[in-house]
């Protein structure tokens, strides 16, 4: 057995773009407060994070310089986390305003949502053909590499287009999300069958969102795939019960995957699971 067979990558998401202080006071929405929390979610033993920003009032934002200043100050820390950045965070914006963050910081891994779908039966998330090819040769351009985040089953063979196409590489890295509203729902057989869909030499992971936290996790460590925990995700640490800070979750997540014989992945044995070269 490779020595890596038995790690899995733990990806902490402390922000997203949707909750707010009212919702939880502990979830970190400005720059200094989300590199805090970065930080101690790395020294808890969490592989990568996966990074959203807020506007001065707290909205949801993909503004340049919170990216920079929240990025600045991991760096400046002896944190060797992989850095993972949304190109989702707000609606609405140019092609380049969605990009440009990633191209000027080059974080190893960043989103690449492989579709567009009616977000909360209200609004359109909007991830056109357009934008997905810029994408994903900005990406290929600046050596990074795209978790291909897909919410409903047509985006796995979107990906699977893209990548016969040439804008996507392999071997492709998968994030399965489910649960949020307007794209499949959060339940074993959805992941199940999520995971026949992908090519055999791609990673993978999954999460739950809500009350699907739990169960998504406990069905991603059996089929051997990779885990994703935070406020962005679900505020919540039991029910009824906010998890006082994202740290609370790796801690959690550390523990069920230690009493199935699993380890959490240093940042280095992620980069090694999924071929980053940075």
């Known amino acids: 057995m490779n020595d890596l067979d038995n790690k899995v990558i733990l990806t902490v998401a402390p922000t997203g773009a949707w909750p707010s202080k009212g919702d939880t006071p502990?979830?970190?929405?400005?720059p200094e407060?989300?590199?805090e929390e970065i930080y101690d979610c790395w020294q808890a033993g969490a592989s990568i994070a996966h990074i959203h920003v807020r506007d001065d009032d707290d909205k949801s934002s993909m503004d340049f310089d919170k990216f920079t200043e929240t990025v600045e100050?991991?760096?400046?820390?002896d944190c060797d986390i992989v850095l993972n950045l949304t190109t989702s965070g707000q609606l609405?914006?140019?092609d380049e305003d969605r990009m440009k963050h990633i191209i000027a910081l080059k974080p190893e891994l960043a989103s690449y949502d492989c579709g567009s779908m009616n977000w909360a039966h209200s609004t359109v998330f909007e991830n056109s053909p357009r934008f997905?090819?810029?994408?994903?040769?900005a990406m290929q351009d600046n050596n990074i590499k795209p978790e291909i985040e897909i919410f409903d089953a047509g985006m796995v063979y979107n990906a699977l287009y893209y990548l016969k196409k040439g804008?996507?590489?392999?071997p492709l890295h998968f994030q399965f999300v489910l649960g949020a509203p307007g794209g499949m729902t959060a339940t074993v057989e959805n992941l199940?069958?999520?995971k026949t869909l992908i090519p055999a030499d791609s990673t993978w992971g999954a999460l739950g969102i809500g009350r699907g936290h739990l169960p998504i996790m406990y069905t991603t460590l059996a089929l051997g795939g990779h885990v994703r925990v935070g406020m962005e995700d679900n505020i919540y640490y039991s029910k009824g019960v906010l998890a006082k800070?994202?740290?609370?979750?790796?801690?959690?997540?550390k523990r069920i995957a230690a009493e199935i014989d699993k380890e959490i992945a240093t940042p280095d044995e992620a980069r090694e699971i999924l071929s980053l070269s940075n």
């Open 26 to 30: 502990h979830i970190p929405l400005q």
């Open 132 to 137: 997905l090819e810029k994408l994903g040769m």
């Open 192 to 194: 199940m069958f999520l």
């Open 33 to 35: 407060e989300i590199a």
């Open 92 to 94: 609405g914006l140019k």
């Open 167 to 170: 804008i996507l590489k392999a």
């Open 73 to 77: 100050l991991i760096r400046a820390t």
């Open 245 to 253: 800070s994202n740290v609370d979750f790796v801690e959690r997540t």
